[in-house]
């Protein structure tokens, strides 16, 4: 069973940055997309951000410019380099993966608060 781990979050102001870290206790190149998630109190799991095997990327309208998603198989690793935050960054994120055979697996989620 696959174990998807994220670390990296916290609180931080308005204009700081911060890198979220998702590892992988298998192997990552069997994952044909990784993303990120996120939710905030009250509403619904959005993407974040997407990144497929060959390296394509996707973003929400809302962190273009500022998020940065990639991903380290060698290191069993994704990440999120989040510049520019802002209080309507705040949610928990999570780490989504689709395997090549259909499996969807989801970590446990780091908290990220920003003060404005």
């Known amino acids: 069973q696959v174990q998807l781990v994220e670390s990296g979050g916290g609180l931080v102001q308005a204009g700081e940055s911060l890198r979220l870290s998702c590892e992988a206790s298998?192997?990552?190149?069997?994952?044909?997309?990784m993303g990120w998630y996120r939710q905030a109190p009250g509403k619904p799991r959005d993407m974040v951000a997407t990144i497929i095997t060959r390296g394509r990327e996707n973003y929400a309208d809302s962190v273009k410019g500022r998020f940065a998603i990639s991903r380290d198989n060698a290191k069993n690793t994704m990440y999120l380099q989040m510049n520019s935050l802002k209080p309507e960054d705040t949610g928990l994120y999570y780490c989504n993966a689709l395997s090549i055979f259909g499996q969807q697996f989801w970590g446990q989620g780091t908290q990220v608060t920003v003060s404005s």
């Open positions: 298998g192997n990552i190149g069997l994952f044909k997309t």
